[in-house]
Structures are given as structure tokens and as C-alpha cells.
């Protein structure tokens, strides 16, 4: 076991961990950030998306040891500072963007990506800024509506 501090959500944590420890069990385990859901393990389903120095990453596709020294930011990151929810959150919780939840932080962390790098997508962008994410519950629709919404769009084309 060795100590892996990195800077996560605004705060420098320090917690052991084995080399081979993942990002997400980090989070999950060594720092009880529980909001990073594992889905998949085999990097399929986006339920883990956190950002790595701004960048989308799935969580269970690197080791913490390699993300040392970076800033991580998780679902629990994403609130305002008075503990309000964030633009992407509110516009999920408005737009219905979710139904059992369990998808819902990767989906608000790569929407959140998207929208850094891309303020006002298309409808399109949205859906492709969207494919590494698997959601069983929705037909992502409203996903996709609270996306748009969260840029400031309202029109969405019917399915």
C-alpha cells in the first residue's frame, strides 16, 4: 500500500491504495465518494465518468497511483458552492434526464465535459458527446433535452 494524494473536488486528499487500486475504487472506497457509480468494470458504461484536470475520463479505466498530483472532480463536485445543484444537475432534475439514477452522474459529468468545450451543441454533438454512456432506463430523450436545456437550448426535434 502506498498514499496517493491528488487534489479532488477542490480538496487535497491524501488516502493508501495498492497500485493497482482504480480511480473509482479510490473515490468509492478509500475516499467515500460514492456518487462515482462502477457499472461495468470493463469500461463499457460511462456510470463512472469523473474529470481528470478537466478532461472526461472513465474512472475505472486508470489507476489513482497515475492521477496523482491531478485535479479530480466527481459528481459531488459539481454543486454550487451553496450546495445547490449545478447547471447540468438542475437541468436533469427539470428535464426528467433520469429515471433510477444510476447512470445519471456519468451523464451529467461527460454533459458537463461537452458543454466546456462545446457551449451550444447540436442535438447531434449532444448524442455523440453522449455515446460512451449507457443509460437502461430512458430512451434518451429527455437526457439529450436536459443537455440542450443546460446550453440554453430549448428545441429539441420529435423522435
Given amino acids: 500500500m502506498t498514499k496517493v494524494s491528488m487534489v479532488v473536488n477542490g480538496v487535497s486528499v491524501t488516502a ?3 497500485g493497482r487500486t ?3 475504487a479510490y473515490l468509492r472506497e478509500g475516499l467515500g465518494l460514492t456518487g462515482t ?3 461495468c468494470d470493463t469500461s463499457q458504461c460511462g456510470a463512472c465518468v469523473v474529470h481528470i ?3 472526461a475520463v472513465k474512472s475505472c479505466s486508470v489507476f489513482a497511483q497515475d492521477v496523482a498530483s491531478a485535479a479530480v472532480t466527481t ?3 459539481m454543486a454550487n458552492e451553496d450546495g445547490s445543484l449545478g447547471v447540468v444537475q438542475q437541468a436533469f432534475q427539470d428535464h426528467h ?3 433510477c439514477g444510476f447512470c445519471t452522474p456519468g451523464m451529467v459529468m461527460s454533459a458537463s465535459a461537452l458543454l466546456a468545450t462545446n457551449p451550444r451543441p447540436t442535438e447531434a ?3 455523440h458527446g ?3 454512456n449507457i443509460c437502461r432506463c430512458t430512451g434518451y430523450h429527455n437526457i439529450v433535452k436536459a443537455v440542450l436545456a443546460a446550453s440554453g437550448q430549448t428545441a429539441i426535434a420529435a423522435e
Fill in 75 to 77: 459528481i459531488e463536485g
Fill in 53 to 55: 484536470d478537466g478532461v
Fill in 22 to 24: 482504480l480511480l473509482s
Fill in 97 to 99: 434526464g433520469l429515471q
Fill in 125 to 127: 454533438e449532444v448524442r
Fill in 16 to 18: 493508501e491504495a495498492e
Fill in 37 to 39: 457509480h462502477v457499472g
Fill in 130 to 132: 453522449l455515446e460512451g
